[in-house]
């Protein structure tokens, strides 16, 4: 999706709408579900390199977490 088309203005007017319509505790729900769907228009090895990406920085933010607590 290119950033100078109507699909995509189409697409920031829906997360527009959808952000504000939604209650504030559920707004980074539907920013984090856009995300995906942009990266996902691209194609589904942008998808995979999301989950990929998405995976290891939270495993590595668990192993930070056991290393921080290991050495309190």
Do not use: N
């Not at 856009?34 to 990929?52: A, N, Q």
């Amino acid at each position: 999706m290119s950033l100078v088309s109507e699909t995509f203005l189409l697409f920031s007017l829906a997360l527009v709408v959808t952000y504000f319509l939604l209650p504030g505790k559920y707004q980074w729900c539907c920013l984090l579900a856009f995300s995906c769907l942009f990266y996902l228009s691209g194609g589904l090895k942008y998808g995979v390199y999301l989950l990929i990406t998405a995976l290891t920085a939270y495993f590595c933010a668990l192993a930070m977490d056991r290393i921080q607590r290991d050495t309190k």
